[in-house]
């Protein structure tokens, strides 16, 4: 298993344009997640999916699209990017959104808003 | 809201001392517990988890944690640090009733050699 695969792994965007961080997993988790990481803030919820069909907000949507069109996927898109959207980005996933399972990450997308 | 604060912000050992970070949480009901470790340019990695049972859990690389239901609490502990400890440090909580696993702000641990 490959696990939890994020592409790119750098970007570097101008303000206004728009772009998809691609999340893929091949572990058939139901639940997957996706997190930035900035300083000093640890890393926070954007959006989650429980299930294919289903996706709902974190704690610091705006700004931000999901869909879960397939189990194995689960994109972010940033429709016009900001300077505050500078950060490293982390999806996750683990088998289902209720239970005793442990959520495994990806290696992170570093994007760059200038 | 469910919210997990991380008292210390940035801990400088030297090799040898022992270790504690606190781990506060709000929420009333059941939850799950975690630590995770960050190295310099890596991923997050699991340390421990607590899901049930016996509140002092033990992890990976002789890390351990105190779940405190009384205190909402999740300290980690180490006895003995190593250089290769320097990283950032992450405490984690899921809810039972919404399955989110929202982070602390972090540790970031300096361990001189």
């Known amino acids: 298993n490959a696990g939890v695969t994020q592409t790119p792994k750098f970007q570097v965007l101008k303000t206004g344009q728009s772009m998809t961080l691609q999340c893929a997993q091949d572990?058939?988790?139901?639940?997957m997640s996706w997190y930035r990481q900035d300083p000093g803030m640890g890393l926070r919820l954007i959006h989650y999916?429980?299930?294919?069909?289903?996706?709902d907000q974190g704690e610091v949507p705006n700004g931000y699209n999901v869909s879960r069109s397939t189990t194995e996927d689960f994109p972010l898109r940033l429709l016009s990017a900001a300077p505050s959207q500078t950060s490293v980005y982390f999806c996750?996933?683990?088998?289902?959104?209720?239970?005793?399972?442990?959520?495994?990450f990806g290696p992170g997308t570093r994007l760059t808003v200038t | 809201a469910q919210s997990v604060s991380q008292h210390n912000h940035h801990v400088i050992l030297s090799e040898a001392a022992s270790l504690e970070l606190g781990c506060n949480y709000s929420?009333?009901?059941?939850?799950?517990l975690f630590w995770y470790v960050q190295y310099p340019g890596q991923h997050l990695q699991l340390l421990l988890k607590?899901?049930?049972?016996?509140?002092l859990v033990k992890g990976i690389k002789g890390f351990e944690a105190e779940f405190i239901k009384s205190k909402f609490s999740f300290n980690l502990r180490k006895p003995s640090v190593q250089w290769s400890d320097t990283a950032e440090y992450f405490c984690?909580?899921?809810?039972?009733?919404?399955?989110?696993?929202?982070f602390g702000q972090g540790t970031t641990l300096q361990v001189k050699p």
């Open positions: 984690a909580v899921r809810t039972s009733n919404t399955g989110k696993l929202i």
């Open positions: 607590y899901f049930s049972g016996d509140p």
């Open positions: 996750a996933s683990r088998i289902a959104a209720q239970g005793e399972y442990e959520q495994y």
């Open positions: 999916s429980v299930g294919a069909g289903i996706t």
């Open positions: 572990m058939n988790h139901e639940y």
């Open positions: 929420y009333g009901g059941t939850v799950n």
